[in-house]
């Protein structure tokens, strides 16, 4: 425990009031302090040596010792808060004002209103100058800035911007461009690919880019115990040929090799760093400063071979979810709005600018893979599908949900009618020939789509079968353990962000683990073929593999999703990537504007 902690426990418990002498004795302070009585003797000595307190030891046993609080309750309380915040302890401030702010000045509204006025605070001022530093808050903890173990969306968009991929792909499946690499070729036979490197390229540590940091990055990533290792598994070795060159040798043909490279897990780390201590440097706009689960501090990096970030930080900040319809969003410069948060939460605000973009679609991935499961009955599977009236879904729950999904072309996005045939879907449970009432299945899902789930089981309950919601943590389903022990998975594929996250799924992750040996084999050979150049393009691969999955029942499509944010007019060049994350390189801020409003 902090001490600033311990004397506010002191003084609440002992019931004190400022600059009035108290009597404890020596066990109600090991009682209140939860420590032995050499640690109460060493906390009591600390506060006297910062003059919060006067502490005058009983003179033996028996006898009572004298403490006069000199450090005001409320004040001290606002630091310990606000400390807690700082350090990314957001749940645990709320819980200390609950607990000590009652009947003070302090209390949880005058908390709520600081914090309100921190995250809207841009500019935090030094003797020297003053930093532009935007606060978000987000309502999901960050589970891991490391590039080989990043999977979902806001842990991958935070990958993006302190670490960087030897080329980058537009928008939309665009052209590759070189960002690491400035130039590089396929061999004929499409097993051979030669890279070229960019000089003056340095690492937040500041040493210079070698060919060595990535055969290194990629060798790393090779590692059956990353989560993204099936990115380079058709790599069989990489040579070195000079200091800014380097040549991979492919196990099969591959001439879209790009897209893997191109993909943020696929970036490249500083191998000195993370031989020497561990640590994952990259040479993106922004460095890591701090990550926890709860906090993210990325700095600019003055040096970065591109244009410097306008903004000098960025900090994302975990808020329990519970609290997050406290916060007041007008006091903030950005707000990403997702379905973690009650509605009224994400009311729109008079004169802010509102972004939306369609990134992906909810799915229902349906376990096949072992033979004790009931899903692989195939009428079953069908049954479900034609049960479900997505568009009575879509707006019964509204908000994030744009239209019903038959697939993952997100081009057609509400333009097909959604499968709901009750009456097939009946006959199809017949045929499975399951006795009427005794389908019992497990679903298993994170809490941004918990509504979605307990709507489902409620849909499916009319029709006799009972589906047992289970909300996991983020971290949790990326067990595949624990995923195949569902029978259903509910979880959202960001397809806007490109061909890559469909094949991500289907060859190493949620939908992977449900299919059979031989719905796997077919899909494998279509990207086979992709890869190898026999597809006019992603489309095609899209198709096929969406025609798969729909031919077998294998995955269930429910609703297109899009991704919300709010930006104040004082914040300029905000754009929403189809990750689902705002850009946070390109941001600005203008405190002019304010002046003038606010004159």
Same mark, same amino acid.
């Given at each position: ?13 002992? /019931? ?92 949880? /509204? ?75 070729? @396929? ?18 540590? /500041? ?356 991704? @919300? ?35």
């Amino acid at each position: 425990m902090h001490l600033l902690h311990y004397y506010l426990e002191m003084y609440h418990r002992l /019931g004190a009031s400022l600059s009035v002498p108290v009597k404890a004795g020596s066990s109600e302070l090991e009682g209140i302090l939860y420590c032995t009585k050499r640690n109460v003797r060493h906390i009591l000595h600390k506060m006297s040596d910062r003059e919060w307190i006067v502490y005058t030891a009983g003179g033996g046993r028996g006898h009572r010792s004298t403490i006069i609080f000199l450090l005001e309750y409320e004040a001290a309380l606002k630091q310990a808060a606000g400390e807690l915040v700082q350090s990314g302890r957001v749940e645990e401030a709320f819980r200390l004002v609950e607990r000590h702010g009652h009947g003070t000045s302090f209390n949880l /509204g005058s908390f709520i209103e600081w914090l309100n006025a921190y995250f809207g605070t841009p500019l935090k001022h030094s003797d020297e100058d003053a930093l532009e530093v935007l606060r978000l808050p987000l309502y999901r903890k960050m589970l891991t800035a490391d590039p080989a173990q990043a999977f979902y969306g806001l842990d991958i968009h935070i990958v993006s911007q302190v670490f960087e991929t030897l080329v980058v792909q537009g928008e939309d499946e665009g052209e590759f461009v070189g960002r690491l690499a400035h130039h590089w070729s @396929c061999s004929t036979e499409g097993t051979r690919w030669r890279f070229d490197l960019r000089k003056g390229i340095f690492f937040h540590q /500041g040493r210079e880019l070698e060919a060595e940091d990535v055969q290194f990055s990629l060798e790393r990533l090779m590692d059956p115990a990353h989560l993204q290792c099936w990115l380079v598994e058709n790599i069989k070795s990489i040579h070195i040929l000079g200091k800014y060159k380097l040549e991979l040798i492919l196990k099969q043909p591959n001439f879209r090799l790009l897209s893997y490279l191109s993909y943020p897990p696929a970036s490249i780390v500083s191998r000195n760093e993370f031989n020497r201590s561990g640590k994952l440097v990259g040479t993106g706009p922004f460095r890591l400063a701090y990550h926890t689960a709860n906090l993210c501090r990325l700095e600019a990096f003055d040096h970065y071979s591109g244009h410097r970030t306008l903004l000098d930080r960025v900090e994302l900040y975990s808020i329990p979810e519970h609290e997050g319809t406290r916060l007041d969003e007008r006091h903030s410069l950005l707000r990403v709005h997702t379905d973690e948060l009650h509605p009224e939460s994400s009311r729109s605000v008079p004169d802010w600018t509102q972004h939306k973009k369609l990134t992906g679609c909810t799915v229902l991935t349906l376990n096949q893979s072992q033979k004790d499961k009931l899903l692989t009955l195939q009428p079953l599977r069908e049954a479900l599908n034609q049960l479900i009236d997505r568009s009575r879904m879509v707006a019964e729950l509204g908000r994030s949900r744009h239209s019903t999904s038959q697939g993952f072309n997100l081009e057609h996005a509400g333009q097909q009618p959604a499968d709901f045939n009750p009456v097939y879907g009946r006959e199809l449970l017949e045929q499975s020939g399951l006795p009427s009432g005794k389908l019992r299945l497990q679903l298993l899902t994170y809490g941004r789509h918990e509504s979605d789930a307990r709507w489902l089981s409620r849909e499916f309950e009319s029709y006799g079968i009972t589906l047992d919601v289970r909300v996991v943590a983020w971290e949790e389903l990326l067990q595949s353990s624990v995923r195949k022990e569902a029978d259903l998975i509910l979880y959202e594929l960001l397809i806007g962000e490109g061909i890559i996250r469909l094949i991500e799924s289907v060859k190493s992750h949620f939908i992977r683990d449900h299919l059979q040996a031989e719905q796997i084999s077919r899909i494998s050979g279509l990207i086979r073929s992709w890869e190898q150049g026999h597809m006019a393009g992603a489309e095609e691969l899209l198709a096929g593999i969406e025609a798969v999955l729909r031919e077998e029942s294998a995955v269930l499509f429910l609703a297109n999703k899009i991704i @919300c944010c709010s930006s104040s007019p004082y914040l300029h060049h905000v754009r929403l990537h189809p990750r689902g994350w705002v850009d946070f390189k390109e941001l600005w801020y203008d405190p002019a504007i304010e002046m003038e409003s606010s004159g």
